[in-house]
């Protein structure tokens, strides 16, 4: 690690001005954005100012990116062709929202994300791991191959759905599969100027505002009929049960619907993605694989897994966070400058785009060793790696918008790779086509054909 490059000051950065040259190649490369970004990156430096279809400021340094997530909802904010897009999806609700109306949003559900809330989820995310280990008793005995990374978008669905809605989710299942598919192939397209309104009578616009309309007729029905009964612990019970700390005030049926659908998108694409890179991973590191089935020996023993176990499987944290680290879901962060302001020693003007990747800072070589060797042990806090900046590895944000899910996630992801690892050893397949595709989340683009073998 270049420990003079780790501690550059952040007024300190060349800003480069780049403007595309070869446009077959910015052509070839967007076919792959994190790609892209990356070039431009290795190419330019730490700060490139790019001017080309989009015009944009591209930060890929820890102190930049610092600087940005820090300063969200003062200097920045998400106001930006990109953040448009999802905003004809998710309306007003939190993961889009901006200024008093994303403040107050987020104070009255961050108790609902705290890790004791949290704990209340972990037997239905157990129950769900395990009754599809159940399932794949079958596959395993006659060596079926198959795409994991269908399961893993299922079950995290079903975890997502089950601790919203309990019951409620079971009868509509397949529905709420549609909807989701349908909104997550709308917000992976690129946001073409005119083409991508939502008012272009183009045939994904029409699939997405006739799913919305059927997304929010199932919650307000849900919303309804919870209003007229008995309480449930479920979130969408919390959510109904929430009041602000300050006015007393509850969400109206139109916030909550909103929420519900951020909560459902944003908590299962994500999860899912990080997951089918992780049995990926343990596939190709067959030595992190023996290290990780010993600890959960060790631990978890015979019986079933347990709450208290959680905190005891160090070296799975480990695993999961080197994962993300390569693997980051969200890959891509965008924000608008709300204010003239300085980055990187250099004035940027109101109305710019800044940008970042996660897969390139990630990867920076000036912070990490071997970038690109799936090691987990450097994630151990101890590790001497571990002097970094903690901006060189962000998968779930920083600063004021960071992940309200993060706790959500790290025990799903956990219970998900312990109930699943003890019972099978996941073999990528011959037949397994890799090839990394970044569009809303980062995933194998043929997804992950496995087979499995029994422990
Ligand atoms: C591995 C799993 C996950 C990853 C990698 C992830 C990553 C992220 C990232 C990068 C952000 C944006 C931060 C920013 O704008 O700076 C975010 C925001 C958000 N995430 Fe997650 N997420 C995950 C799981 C979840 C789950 C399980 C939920 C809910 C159940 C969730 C709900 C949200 C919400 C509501 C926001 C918006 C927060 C705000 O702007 O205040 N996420 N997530």
Known sequence: ??????????????????????????????????????????????????????????????????????????????????????????????????????????????????????????????????????????????????????DMERVTLQIAGKVLFSDGFEEA?????????????????????????????????????????????????????????????????????????????????????????????????????????LWYELHHNPSVQECLLEEIDAVVGDGPVKLEHLPQLRYARMVIDECLRLHPPFWFENRNVMQDTNLGGHRIPKGSMVVFSRYSLHRHSSFWNAPETFDPLRQNPEHPENTRSSYAQVPFGGGPRICIGLNFAIMELTVMLVVIARRYRVIVDSSDRHEMAAQLTMTPRHGLKVRLESR
């Open 173 to 277: 299942r397949e529905q709420i599969a549609a909807w989701t598919s349908t909104i997550n192939h709308y917000s992976a397209k690129p946001p073409l100027p005119i083409v991508r309104q939502i008012w272009f009578p183009s045939q994904i616009n029409r699939q997405l505002k006739q799913t919305l309309s059927e997304f929010q007729q199932f919650t307000h029905q849900l919303i309804a009929e919870r209003r007229g009964g008995p309480k449930v612990n479920d979130l969408l019970g919390i959510l109904l049960q929430a009041k602000h700390e300050e006015d007393g005030m509850a969400m109206t049926d139109a916030e909550i619907a909103e929420e519900v659908l951020g909560m459902i998108i944003g908590g299962h694409e994500t999860s899912s993605s990080a997951l089918t890179w």
């Open 1 to 150: 690690m270049n420990s003079a490059i780790q501690k550059k000051s952040p007024s300190s950065f060349t800003g480069d001005l780049v403007r595309p040259r070869l446009c077959y190649r910015q052509w070839m490369l967007a076919g792959n954005p994190a790609y892209f970004f990356d070039h431009l990156a290795s190419q330019f430096g730490d700060f490139v100012h790019y001017r080309g279809l989009f015009s944009f400021y591209l930060v890929n340094h820890p102190a930049l990116v610092k600087q940005v997530l820090m300063n969200t909802h003062k200097t920045f904010d998400k106001n930006t062709v990109i953040y448009d897009r999802f905003r004809n999806v998710f309306g007003d609700g939190l993961v889009v929202s901006e200024g008093a109306k994303w403040k107050r949003q987020r104070r009255m559900m961050q108790p609902m994300f705290g890790p004791v809330t949290v704990q209340g989820f972990f037997h239905e995310m157990v129950s769900a791991a395990e009754e599809l280990a159940d399932r794949w008793h079958t596959q395993c005995q006659t060596g079926t191959v198959f795409d994991i990374a269908d």
